[in-house]
C-alpha cells in the first residue's frame, strides 16, 4: 500500500497572531528602555542635587564658624567682662569669677528694694533658665545676681530674695568698692537716689541681662524687650555654635 501525505496549509503569518506577538514584545522593550532611561536621570538628578546639597551645607557651616569666630574675636576687643570679680554669695562663701569658669552664666545686676523692675527681670531670667532646664541635651546655665546696693544688701538680705526666684540663683554682695569693681567691669551704671524721710531710696542702675560663655566671655545681653523665650532661645543658638577658646 501506499502511504499518501496528506499536506497541511498554515495561516500566513503577515498579519497573523505571531506578527502581532514580535510587534508587541517591541513595544515592551522599548517601554522598558524608556523606564530605565528616566530612572538613571532621576538617579543622576537625586545624586546631583545631594551633591549640591552637601557641599551648601558645608560652605554654610564655614560661614557660620568663620562669623562666630569674628563675633568672638569682637567681643574680646570690646573688652567688656574681662576682669574678675571677688564677692560673698547668700551663704556666706567667698566666690570670684573663675568659680563659674567652665559654666553658662546668666548674670544680672539689681537690688532687693526694687520694686518692681528687679523683680521682673529676675523673673525673666528664671524662666528663661527653667525653659534651658527642660532640654537635656544643654548644659545647666548658672543665675547669677550681683547687688548694685550692698549698704542694705547683705548675706541675710540676699538669702532671704533669692529664694523667690530659681533655685540655681547665687545672689552675690560685698564691700561698696568690690560690688562697684564687679558693676565696672560690665559697664554697669549705678547712682543710688536720695533717700525719703524712712530712709528708703531707689538705686537707678543699668538694666540689662548677661549671657557670659564657659570661658569667661561675654557674648550678649537681653533688655526688657527680650521675652524669657527670646532669651532661651538666643542662649541655645549661642551654646549650638559655641567655639572653645
Avoid at 567691669?185 to 547712682?191: E, F, Q
Wanted: glycine share 6%; net charge positive; proline share 5%.
Amino acid at each position: 500500500k501506499l502511504c499518501r501525505t496528506r499536506s497541511i496549509s498554515r495561516p500566513a503569518q503577515v498579519g497573523g497572531r505571531p506578527q502581532a506577538r514580535f510587534l508587541s514584545g517591541d513595544r515592551d522593550t522599548a517601554a522598558a528602555a524608556a523606564k530605565l532611561k528616566l530612572r538613571t536621570r532621576l538617579l543622576v538628578t537625586v545624586l546631583f542635587g545631594g551633591s549640591l546639597l552637601g557641599v551648601w551645607w558645608y560652605v554654610h557651616a564655614e560661614r557660620e564658624q568663620k562669623l562666630q569666630r569674628q563675633r568672638v574675636e569682637q567681643l574680646r576687643q570690646v573688652a567688656l567682662g574681662q576682669g574678675t570679680f571677688s564677692l560673698v554669695d547668700h551663704t556666706g562663701r567667698r566666690r570670684t569669677k573663675r568659680d563659674f569658669l567652665g559654666s553658662w552664666v546668666l548674670l544680672y545686676f539689681g537690688f532687693t528694694h526694687c520694686p518692681d523692675i528687679c523683680p521682673d527681670e529676675l523673673d525673666k531670667l528664671s524662666a528663661a533658665v527653667a525653659a534651658l532646664d527642660r532640654n537635656a541635651s544643654l548644659p545647666p546655665v548658672q543665675p547669677l545676681f550681683i547687688t548694685v546696693d550692698p549698704e542694705r544688701d547683705d548675706v541675710a538680705a540676699l538669702a532671704r530674695y533669692v529664694k523667690d526666684f530659681h533655685p540655681r540663683l547665687i545672689g552675690l554682695t560685698g564691700t561698696a568698692e568690690e560690688v562697684k569693681h564687679a558693676g565696672r567691669d560690665y559697664r554697669v551704671y549705678a547712682s543710688p537716689g536720695p533717700k525719703d524721710e524712712d530712709g528708703d531710696y531707689i538705686v537707678d542702675h543699668t538694666i540689662l541681662i548677661y549671657l557670659i560663655s564657659p570661658d569667661g566671655l561675654f557674648l550678649d545681653y537681653y533688655n526688657r524687650m527680650k521675652s524669657a523665650e527670646q532669651i532661651a532661645d538666643s542662649v541655645r543658638k549661642h551654646m549650638e555654635s559655641y567655639v572653645t577658646l
